[in-house]
């Protein structure tokens, strides 16, 4: 069992910036991936980021080159820094974390809403 809490999500204006976080508790089992998708309204839950233990990252290629994910294995942590944000870029953006031998945790998501 892993316990998830998201920060840092809100409103901001088209071209802006906003730092999401996603801090998970402790578990004595082990930390493998961890990630951001989003879901827009009407729309399926789709990837944004992810980052592997070992500091490997994939990215959806809407958001490559504007967002950049980075993560603290130490305090069980992950970031996602979010420059010219879009209105298209407007959803839920939920935290994933993967266990070993149990799986993905998620958390209950932040909205972002890029509007003028």
């Known amino acids: 069992q892993v316990y998830i809490e998201e920060s840092g999500g809100g409103l901001v204006q088209p071209g802006g910036s906003l730092r999401l976080s996603c801090a998970a508790s402790?578990?004595?089992?082990?930390?493998?991936?961890m990630g951001w998708y989003r879901q827009a309204p009407g729309k399926q839950r789709d990837l944004v980021a992810t980052t592997t233990r070992d500091g490997s990252t994939n990215y959806a290629d809407s958001v490559k080159g504007r967002f950049t994910i980075s993560r603290d294995n130490a305090k069980n942590t992950v970031y996602l820094q979010m420059n010219s944000l879009k209105p298209e870029d407007t959803a839920v953006y939920y935290c994933q974390v993967n266990l070993d031998y149990r799986g993905d945790y998620w958390g209950k998501g932040t909205l972002v809403t890029v509007s003028s």
């Open positions: 402790k578990s004595i089992f082990r930390i493998n991936t």
